[in-house]
């Protein structure tokens, strides 16, 4: 069995044996498909900086400290990876996956199924990625190069239902078959509660030495998708019981929104339905954000006009923008945009922060932006201007739902269509989701599973 680090080692790198880190990072560059390369599954650098950026406010146009934290350097070029990671290592801990006999199956809209690529493939398993047609050619072609295969199944990021049915034709295939799930296993959850939450928690006193904020973060704000990443403001929550955790979903198809329907272009964000492993009744508000917001808004970002609009009009440094805007894909830009609403609808000033997440970055995303370029024109400054002003500095208060006790219950109630009529999950189970302890008994299980693979280790050092 292939494994890699532990829970407390994604979160402090620095705890990892020496010897183990200092081949891990010399992978990181030279080899980056050694199995080694798990041990680079952390939100921190060689140096323990965790991956981040604070956005000038010449773009956000407000006055709270909008910190995005990137996930372009995590192995794959997604932080999905570590999701995907903590699934299967889970999975195989417990004797539920063996990589000599079964197959995994990895449901995803994009960037889950890059990782499982990556990490199956790192942990000597083999791999089926089930995949929206209409993704980003990009994916598809990452996801082969890990040596995995794709099954494509009907429409784009709003197919989420196709996904799972053919899942469900694969698993009655045979026992070989093993579904790794991101939107209902709890390991995805786990990672980012545990790993990305208190990476967070541990950014806001960084900062505060910086000179940002007042050493608390006061929201986290992300899309949902598999509803993976937003389990970080659990955590924060109970840290800063009044921190305000901010979900966001496509006004195209506002599912938890008004029960809406539809097809939308935010690479990333599954939808028309609520995942398992969302803990909404821990969700404060709920904010719909326009899919063309978020492809025009990462034009600016992808082209020369928009770079030149950047740093001719905004006085932005040259080398600033040249570093990071490659760092944003579709969904930071949402979660940018979602960041600034939370900052303008909660009346957030200088001492505040606010944390949101670029789940990938620009190089899944050329083919889309010489689509949108080919659409609605290339950038000059004017128009790379007008971008900014009309897309950052003019998100408004739209759109925005209260997490009130009515709103919770019907979006938990949301999830028995899904979970309840077609996943076969009982009634008592998703009750049973209304109590935190149920959610608290998820989180101490961290603890567990580190001790099982320290124990893993130390038995076959011993017979080695």
């Known amino acids: 069995m292939i494994t890699g680090p532990t829970f407390e080692e994604m979160l402090h790198p620095n705890k990892i044996a020496p010897?183990?880190?200092?081949?891990?990072?010399?992978?990181?560059?030279?080899?980056?498909?050694?199995?080694?390369?798990?041990?680079?599954?952390?939100?921190?650098?060689?140096?323990?900086?965790?991956?981040?950026?604070?956005?000038?406010?010449?773009?956000?146009?407000?006055?709270?400290?909008i910190v995005v934290i990137y996930g372009k350097h995590f192995p794959s070029g997604s932080h999905k990876v570590g999701a995907a990671y903590s699934v299967l290592l889970e999975m195989e801990l417990f004797g539920e996956v063996d990589p000599a006999v079964h197959t995994l199956v990895w449901p995803s809209t994009g960037n889950y199924g890059i990782g499982g690529a990556w990490v199956g493939g790192r942990m000597g398993c083999k791999s089926l990625v089930v995949l929206p047609e209409g993704m980003s050619r990009e994916r598809f072609e990452r996801i082969e190069s890990y040596g995995a295969e794709v099954i494509k199944t009907?429409?784009?990021?709003?197919?989420?239902?196709?996904?799972?049915?053919?899942?469900?034709?694969?698993r009655a295939s045979g026992e070989h078959i093993r579904i790794l799930n991101?939107?209902?296993?709890?390991?995805?959850?786990?990672?980012?509660?545990?790993?990305?939450?208190?990476?967070?928690?541990?950014?806001?006193?960084?900062?505060?030495?910086?000179?940002?904020?007042?050493?608390?973060?006061?929201?986290?704000?992300?899309?949902?998708?598999?509803?993976?990443?937003?389990?970080?403001?659990?955590?924060?929550?109970?840290?800063?019981?009044?921190?305000?955790?901010?979900?966001?979903?496509?006004?195209?198809?506002?599912?938890?929104?008004?029960?809406?329907?539809?097809?939308?272009?935010?690479?990333?964000?599954?939808?028309?339905?609520?995942?398992?492993?969302?803990?909404?009744?821990?969700?404060?508000?709920?904010?719909?954000?326009?899919?063309?917001?978020?492809?025009?808004?990462?034009?600016?970002?992808?082209?020369?006009?928009?770079?030149?609009?950047?740093?001719?009009?905004?006085?932005?440094?040259?080398?600033?923008?040249?570093?990071?805007?490659?760092?944003?894909?579709?969904?930071?830009?949402?979660n940018i945009i979602g960041a600034i609403k939370t900052a303008k609808y909660y009346d957030m000033g200088s001492d505040d922060t606010i944390v949101t997440v670029a789940t990938d970055s620009l190089e899944r995303y050329h083919s889309v932006m010489a689509d949108v370029a080919h659409a609605h024109g290339t950038l000059d400054i004017p128009r790379a201007v007008g971008a900014v002003e009309r897309i950052f500095h003019g998100a408004g208060t739209d759109w925005i739902m209260l997490?009130?006790?009515?709103?919770?219950?019907?979006?938990?109630?949301?999830?028995?269509?899904?979970?309840?009529?077609?996943?076969?999950?009982?009634?008592?189970?998703?009750?049973?989701?209304?109590?935190?302890?149920?959610?608290?008994?998820?989180?101490?299980?961290?603890q567990e599973i580190d001790e099982r693979l320290v124990a893993l280790r130390e038995a076959a050092s011993a017979g080695g």
């Open 403 to 446: 997490g009130t006790p009515d709103a919770r219950q019907r979006w938990h109630n949301l999830k028995y269509y899904t979970w309840v009529e077609q996943q076969g999950k009982t009634v008592e189970e998703l009750d049973a989701q209304r109590d935190p302890a149920w959610w608290e008994a998820h989180q101490a299980r961290v």
């Open 154 to 170: 009907f429409g784009s990021e709003s197919n989420v239902k196709e996904i799972y049915d053919e899942t469900k034709r694969l």
């Open 19 to 65: 010897d183990i880190r200092e081949q891990a990072l010399r992978a990181h560059k030279e080899d980056p498909l050694a199995p080694i390369n798990l041990f680079n599954i952390t939100w921190r650098d060689e140096n323990n900086t965790v991956y981040h950026f604070v956005l000038p406010k010449e773009i956000s146009g407000v006055d709270a400290n």
């Open 182 to 334: 991101q939107f209902e296993v709890m390991g995805n959850y786990r990672f980012h509660y545990h790993v990305t939450g208190n990476t967070v928690a541990e950014l806001a006193s960084e900062l505060q030495q910086q000179g940002v904020g007042n050493g608390k973060i006061a929201a986290f704000v992300s899309a949902m998708g598999s509803a993976g990443t937003i389990a970080a403001g659990d955590r924060l929550k109970q840290i800063w019981p009044e921190h305000k955790i901010v979900g966001l979903e496509p006004i195209q198809c506002p599912t938890l929104f008004n029960n809406g329907y539809g097809a939308h272009e935010i690479q990333g964000i599954g939808d028309k339905h609520v995942t398992w492993i969302h803990n909404v009744n821990n969700m404060d508000a709920l904010m719909a954000i326009d899919d063309m917001d978020c492809l025009l808004g990462l034009q600016v970002f992808a082209e020369e006009g928009g770079h030149e609009a950047l740093t001719a009009y905004y006085g932005l440094d040259e080398q600033w923008v040249t570093q990071h805007a490659p760092l944003l894909g579709i969904s930071g830009i949402c």
